[in-house]
């Protein structure tokens, strides 16, 4: 049986812990058919009976609700033994989770508690006899192939490893509640305040079919007035490189990459970006990249549909100039 640590938000179940889900079951078929559950710790962000419906459409057999005041805010070892409890009582010989912060530490809190490893941020599995997952590591720079002969087998799923996709045959979404004793000891570090986080300010660039792409090539938080008009040109949005946001030039909310939007547009005009691993994690599904860069060698021009190489801050202009000719205004 795989059990599976499933987070909320106003809606229900988070996409990464639906896209852990999908991988279980994707990991059940493969194993012959055994139950995936589902383990929901505290005081959801939305009805648990609405929750459970929706988890029997991604398959879910059981959906174990741990509620009670130790659970109902956060902390790390208290969801931990909320888990373990849960996994004692079905049996399960793996435990999943969604690679959040959350689902890290709570499955780094189990591992250590049951004396077994954790593989974090799995994106695939590789065979079940001996259990062999293959797992980012250092940043998702390098895959890593990793045999889980413990029981149970603990691993969290890296975000967007596989895409979110209800079962062809739902499970029957029981809803199970339990309030196991818990230790003081584990209630020791735990969430006692919280604020909303800022509104996602990402949606433009996510769902944009034109993205103009800045890197450290724009030269400072002043080298983007020419970017920013190709972008209304082009009718579309600003996407940077961590760099960029790391510098302070521009918000987070436009970075692409493993740790900001992944995006998927038509054009995907690249304009001083070398094209490391994480940038490209956020930009590989565009359909046709035209690079902007210095370097010819630059891994973003290599992997690029089409690429000038040259500086950004004379070849951007020139193609504004031409798209604004074309439309007769100059
Ligand atoms: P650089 O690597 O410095 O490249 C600048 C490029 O601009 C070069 O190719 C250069 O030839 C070119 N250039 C310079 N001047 C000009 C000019 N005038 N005209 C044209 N071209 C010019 N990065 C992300 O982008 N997104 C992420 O989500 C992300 N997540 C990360 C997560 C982790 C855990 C780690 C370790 C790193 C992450 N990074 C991420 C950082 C990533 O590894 C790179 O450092 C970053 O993408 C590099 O940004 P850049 O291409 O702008 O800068």
Redesign the pocket.
Known sequence: MILVLVETDGTGATEVSRETLTFARDLSAAGGGVPVDAVVVGSPACSVEALAQQLAAYGVRDVHHVSGDAFSAYGGAAWASAVQSVRAEVGSVVVAAAGTPRGMEVLAHLGARLGVPMAANVVAFDGLAPFTVTRQV????VLEDMVLDQRPALFTVAGHAVEAAAAATPGAGRLVGSTPEVAPADLVARVVSSEPAQADLSGGLKSARVVVGA???A?SADGFGDLLELRDLLDGALGV????TSLGWRPHHE??????SRISPDLYVA?????????W??CSSAKTILA????ED?P?VAKAHYAVI????EVVPAINEELRRRRGGG
């Open positions: 250092v940043g998702g720079a890197g450290r090539g030269g490189s961590r760099v960029v970075q692409v990459g493993q740790t900001g304009c001083g970006i070398s094209g490391a691993i994480q940038h994690a956020g902007i860069n210095t370097d630059a973003m040259g500086d950004l801050h």
